[in-house]
Structures are given as C-alpha cells and as structure tokens.
Antibody, heavy 123, light 107 residues
Framework: EVQLLESGGGLQQPGGSLRLSCVAS????????MNWVRQAPGKGLEWVGG????????YYADSVKGRFTISRDNSKDTLYLQMNNLRAEDTALYYC????????????????WGQGTLVTVSS | DIQLTQSPSSLSASVGDTVTITCQAS??????LSWYQQKPGKAPNLLIY???NLETGVPSRFSGSGSETHFSFTISNLQPEDVATYYC?????????FGQGTRLEIK
C-alpha cells in the first residue's frame, strides 16, 4: 500500500523559512516523479512544483520560483520542500503527491496523495 | 500558462440524477486532463485520467470525455456520497494547472 506522510508544517512569520518532508512507502520511490500541491483555506488546488524520479530535474510555479526548493533523498524515500522568504499568501495545506505512472515528469496526474501538512504564515 | 475554466462553479442535484461538469482549456492539451474528487477534510482522489480513462476502483458511474480544449465529466445515478468538490487538472504543459472547482450538493 502506497503511503505518503508529510510533516514540518507550522506557524512561521513572514520572511521566515520552513522545510517540509514527505516520507514515502509502498512503492519504488526513485522511479516516480513527485509533486507538491497546496490548498489555501477554503480555496482550490494549486500546483507548487515537482521533481523527477532521479531528482535531476525540478519544476516550479511562478508564485514560488526563487523562494522554494524541491529535493529528494532516494536513499531515505523522502521528498522535501524548502520554503524560504515565506509570505502570508503561502498559508495553505501542503500535499505531497506521487505520479500515477513511473517515468518522466508530467506524463501522468498525481494518483497518491498524503494527508497534508498545514503551513501558516503570520506575524 | 494553460487556463482551465470549469463550469458550473456549483450545482445541486437529486439522488439518481445525471450531472455534467465541463472544463475548457485555453490551449490544446490533447488528452492530458484528469478529474479529481475532493471531500471536505480529505486529499483529492483521482477519478479520471487521460480525459476518459477510469482509475482503478472508481465506480463506473463516473465518466469523462473530450480532447484538445473541451472536456466533460459526468456522474450518472448520483449518490449521496458524491457530495464533494470536483477539479479538472491538466498535465500537458508546465505549469500544471487546476480548474477552480465545482461544488456538488445533493438536493
């Protein structure tokens, strides 16, 4: 059974940093691209970015480019989201999600999702 | 960026009804479109991928169709457990984008 468990969320002041983690199990982690998707309270889904299975390629939404960094440690089956220079508009539930099909990034939609970790940016 | 315009933004229907949601893409995305169901407090659940393929384990009363810029999603024989928000999602081009969502209620 595929499981994705996010952690690292919390309350942070504007301009601060947080690092989210997503521990994966139940599949061969390094063969799947992974995604971060967020959802602001009461709002819709927003793609944050993604990373290839090898970790060699990363992709970002314009809203986070230059502030957020996605990485993965395939030896630990763990995905990361380093969030710097946080803004109030980054307040959201952050989901990690595994692509449906193995292979290159973007060849399929996310199938498995974690339960999310809440990030609140406020002074 | 590819914009996805979903309609309606909300709808109310009765048990047993058939409902349809549409999703229009601002550019040709071939068939790289999926549909998600999200219930309150839960993560999204993939229902349809590649525009018309039913994900494993999803009831057959859910269906999808379309290509290029026009897509639709249909629920037949609506059930009380179908109350949720539904999103279309394109993965043809970066940045990946979602529709704004359709909130479905039961009358």
């Amino acid at each position: 059974e595929v499981q994705l468990l996010e952690s690292g969320g919390g309350l942070q002041q504007p301009g601060g940093s947080l690092r989210l983690s997503c521990v994966a199990s139940g599949f061969t982690f390094n063969t799947y691209a992974m995604n971060w998707v967020r959802q602001a309270p009461g709002k819709g889904l927003e793609w944050v970015g993604g990373i290839s299975g090898s970790g060699g390629s990363t992709y970002y939404a314009d809203s986070v480019k230059g502030r957020f960094t996605i990485s993965r440690d395939n030896s630990k089956d763990t995905l990361y989201l380093q969030m710097n220079n946080l803004r109030a508009e980054d307040t959201a539930l952050y989901y990690c999600a595994k692509d449906q099909r193995s292979g290159w990034y973007g060849n399929s939609p996310p199938l498995h999702w974690g339960q999310g970790t809440l990030v609140t940016v406020s002074s | 960026d590819i914009q996805l315009t979903q309609s309606p933004s909300s709808l109310s229907a009765s048990v047993g009804d058939t409902v349809t949601i549409t999703c229009q893409a601002s550019h040709d995305i071939s068939k790289s479109l999926s549909w998600y169901q999200q219930k309150p407090g839960k993560a999204p659940n993939l229902l349809i991928y590649d525009a018309s393929n039913l994900e494993t384990g999803v009831p057959s009363r859910f269906s999808g169709s379309g290509s290029e810029t026009h897509f639709s999603f249909t629920i037949s024989n609506l059930q009380p457990e179908d109350v949720a928000t539904y999103y279309c999602h394109q993965y043809d081009n970066l940045p990946i984008t979602f529709g704004q969502g359709t909130r479905l209620e039961i009358k």
